[in-house]
């Protein structure tokens, strides 16, 4: 039954990235289409399923280049190392690449394209702040991430919206033209402008937030208690929160990459509302109750 139950969200995940490529790939063709008419629609279509192609291949490389993380060994984190070792192991997952991020803040994320070439990172932060259970939930939550083969998906969709947000704002700074006889309503090129960044965030948010539950309960499974991860919650949200600081690496494209928003302290009304993570709070709720059904403390 549990062979059966992986192979159906293993499918339902490939069904799930392959409509958020088309999805986003529409959205840019639009775009292109106001900007240069057929042509420009032209281009947009070529250019996503390069994007995706170099997502695909490249994108564990690309975020962990983008977040500063380096790449350790054994030898230089043991105790860090041999923890993602037993966990990744519990999983019946391959060794991941181990990454340490020079960051206070306290935070982690994974990436890669599936198992084979997946890589977690963690902050020096979160190494100071959280004790060894609680960095095993942590890293347990990334690993279910990494198994479920959320990864790719998630990368898909930051990379997409982020260059439907630029394509969005290079039109408003420098027109369009169009090759097309009746040319471009302003209209309705304005309010594409305008909506498509949006639309493209809500995709990513809503795809974000439902594979965050799907992590914490798989995650509190892999590191045999749930409440290691709820318990590491607590602490990095009540850092997070309270402070005006945020990972100095960290970018609003890739912040539904990591444990929790990175942007959590600045302007939490409007984060709350576009939101990349569900609510922490429900989060900590649902893995105490499932560490009561699983009889752990």
Known sequence: MRYILGGIIMNMNNIKTVMLMVLMAV???????????????TIMLFFSIAMNLYSYWCSDSLVLRWSGAQEVTREEA????????????????????VCIIDADEPNAFATGRNPNHAAVAVTTGIMRVLDYNEI????????????NRDILTSTIASMMAT?????????????????DDDGVNPIAAIAMMILAPIAAMLIQMAISRSREYEADHDG???????????????????????????LP????????????????????????LFSTHPDTAERIARLREQAREMRVR
């Open 249 to 272: 690496s960290a970018k609003p494209a890739t912040a539904n990459m990591y444990i929790v928003n990175p942007f959590e302290g600045t302007g939490k009304a409007l984060t709350k």
């Open 78 to 97: 043991p105790q860090l190392y041999a923890l993602v070792e037993n966990l990744a192991n519990r999983a019946g997952l391959p060794m991941p690449k």
């Open 27 to 41: 959205i840019m063709m639009l775009i292109g289409g106001l900007v240069g008419g057929r042509t420009g629609l």
């Open 136 to 147: 095993s939930g942590v890293l347990a939550h990334e690993l279910a991430h990494v198994k």
């Open 220 to 246: 509190g499974e892999i590191c045999g208690n749930p409440n290691y991860l709820a318990d590491g919650l607590e602490k990095i949200e009540y850092y997070v929160t309270h402070s005006q600081e945020t």
């Open 163 to 179: 260059v439907i947000s630029y394509a969005a704002q290079f039109f408003m700074f420098f027109g369009g033209s169009s090759d």
